[in-house]
């Protein structure tokens, strides 16, 4: 028995090869992240991919390569996100680090608020408090739709999850059919067993 990745678990193969000429986002179970072009794929995952940034999490912070074209295996992929699925969760990375900034900012506001007041500079205050009032509704907004497009995103990785089980159901009732006019019950129970995998 083969130990490769089974496809489906990642995105069906229609869908991956519908990802071909465009970029995607690999998830590796080392917790790398890639971001490249993908060029081709066999049955089993194993995929080439052009004009790569790898992103790796290390305890000195976050290491990127570029690199131009790579092979990886597909036993050791976690996850694959197609462009507009990468996209999304991108843009919601992306407000989620605005909305930190923001929370910085505001600290910052709040301590030169302070100061202003333990100097007894009322006016300067005012403005530091308004300062640090408006980040921190920025730094909601960016939490808030930060939110709303990762729930998007989410919803649109269901609905292709249902797709495929939606596509396999059809394949199988077009073979319970088949095996129920020939009245063949270990066909039948062979496929109900496969059904239920």
Not at 14 to 21: A, N, S, T, W
Not at 69 to 92: E, Q, S, Y
Not at 107 to 120: P, Q, S, V, W, Y
Request: net charge positive.
């Amino acid at each position: 028995m083969s130990t490769a990745t089974n496809p489906s678990t990642l995105l069906p193969l229609e869908l991956i090869d519908k990802c071909v000429g465009s970029r995607i986002w690999v998830i590796m179970k080392s917790e790398k992240e890639i971001v490249g072009t993908l060029i081709g794929f066999d049955d089993y995952v194993n995929m080439v991919l052009e004009d790569v940034v790898e992103y790796e999490t290390t305890p000195e912070g976050k290491r990127v390569t570029k690199l131009d074209t790579i092979l990886l295996n597909g036993n050791h992929i976690t996850m694959l996100v197609p462009d507009h699925l990468f996209n999304l969760r991108f843009a919601a990375k992306e407000l989620s680090r605005n909305a930190k900034k923001c929370e910085k900012m505001e600290k910052e506001e709040k301590l030169k608020l302070t100061n202003a007041l333990k100097k007894g500079n009322r006016e300067v205050a005012q403005v530091h408090a308004e300062n640090a009032i408006r980040k921190k509704n920025e730094s909601l907004n960016y939490l808030r739709m930060s939110a709303r497009i990762d729930a998007v995103a989410a919803r649109v990785q269901t609905a292709a999850t249902q797709k495929r089980v939606t596509t396999s159901m059809q394949g199988v009732v077009k073979a319970m059919e088949s095996a129920m006019k020939s009245m063949n019950l270990e066909k039948v129970q062979n496929l109900m067993d496969r059904f239920e995998k």
